[in-house]
């Protein structure tokens, strides 16, 4: 089975630039996570969906950042205009449910390195 | 509000050694516990997980076991290699109200042989 798909796997981008990441989740997996990870943190989500809709986004900067998942399937994280402190690596992860007690595994990409100079 | 709590790392061990990870956190309700391990050069992947308390998670012959009385979710290994030199992410994943999942800051560990 194939897992998370990510691109790009790097991205040098200058503050005040603008920057987008792609993810492909596990096929039929109805759940998908952006999360932001700082290097020595772990992750912290920005957002999640359920299919189209979003679960939960009060932590992602709303004046800057921005996601989508058009047909319940790819989903795309955009970053206008970043800043410094949105070095991080940015992961991707899926899950087949949301719904249900049993500890939802999450399937994660292997992520997109950002920094921003 | 929600958030989990690691030992800070890094810890080194010698092979063979007995690993502790300590790991406590602060929850409404009745969380699920997962301990996520993060190899070098590779994503974060579920290591094991406990739905309720009392429950114990097991894997790859790590072992931890989910403590409602004292919030805890310790991960242990009665004997370690090199090949278990990683970052492991202790997470929780509330089970109500959005089932958001909170990581802590990750614990490495160094296996030397």
Redesign the interface.
């Known amino acids: 089975e194939a897992g998370v798909a990510q691109s790009p796997r790097y991205k040098i981008i200058e503050k005040r630039q603008s920057v987008a990441f792609w993810c492909n989740p596990i096929s039929g997996h109805a759940t998908l996570y952006w999360y932001q990870q700082i290097l020595g943190q772990g992750p912290k989500l920005l957002i999640q969906f359920q299919n189209n809709g979003v679960v939960d986004d009060s932590q992602l900067p709303k004046d800057r950042f921005s996601a989508e998942r058009l047909k319940g399937v790819d989903s795309t994280l955009k970053i206008q205009p970043a800043k410094l402190e949105d070095s991080a690596v940015y992961l991707c992860a899926s899950s087949l449910d949301t719904g249900a007690r049993g500890g939802e595994t999450q399937y994660f990409g292997p992520g997109t390195r950002l920094l921003v100079l | 509000g929600n958030s ?1 709590t690691q030992m800070e790392g890094p810890v080194t061990l010698s092979e063979e050694a007995f690993l502790t990870i300590n790991c406590t956190y602060t929850a409404t309700g009745y969380p ?3 301990w996520y391990v993060q190899y070098p050069g ?5 290591l094991l ?3 309720k308390a009392d429950d114990k998670g097991s894997n790859k012959g790590f072992e931890a076991t989910y403590r409602k009385e004292t919030t805890s979710f310790h991960l242990e290994k009665g004997s370690v290699q090199v090949s278990d030199s990683a970052v492991y ?1 202790c ?1 929780l ?1 509330r ?1 109500t109200g ?9 614990t490495r560990l160094f296996v030397k042989a």
Not at chain 2, 42 to 46: A, F, I, N, R, S
């Open positions: 989990v699920s516990l997962f590779e994503g974060l992947q579920l997980k406990a739905t992410f997470a994943r089970n959005g089932f958001k999942t909170i990581f802590g800051a990750g």
